[in-house]
């Protein structure tokens, strides 16, 4: 599966985005799908994460509340909605891909396909 993410964008502090990310192929029901974010000088973390089936979700702490994780079978496509941004939420996000388990994971070694990355800057 390939995968392009967009969305990305200057906001003020407060603000909201909505990420999305596509996805090629027809079996994207296949998998379970996640968003992880990078600060500069900073390990790759998670963020959000939802199953193959959209019936379950998981989320980073740091974002509960705030982030949204949803996805569109007719489109292709994972979104996240991110609400109440602040400066700490700066970063480039990627969205990752894994064949569908019985475990929603957040390591970044459990995803087997990623996009580009957008880039998300917060205002203070």
């Known amino acids: 599966v390939q995968l392009q993410a967009s969305g990305g964008g200057l906001v003020q502090a407060g603000g909201s985005l909505r990420l999305s990310c596509a996805a090629s192929?027809?079996?994207?029901?296949?998998?379970?799908m996640g968003w992880f974010r990078q600060a500069p000088e900073m390990e790759r973390e998670f963020v959000a994460a939802?199953?193959?089936?959209?019936?379950?979700?998981n989320y980073a702490d740091s974002v509960k509340g705030r982030f949204t994780i949803s996805r569109d079978y007719d489109k292709n496509t994972v979104y996240l909605q991110m609400n109440s941004l602040n400066a700490e939420d700066t970063a480039v996000y990627y969205c990752?891909?894994?064949?569908?388990?019985?475990?929603?994971?957040?390591?970044?070694?459990?995803?087997?396909?990623w996009g580009q990355g957008t880039l998300v800057t917060v205002s203070s």
């Open positions: 939802v199953s193959w089936s959209g019936g379950r979700t």
């Open positions: 192929g027809r079996t994207f029901s296949s998998y379970d």
């Open positions: 990752a891909a894994r064949l569908r388990g019985g475990t929603l994971y957040t390591a970044t070694n459990k995803y087997n396909y």
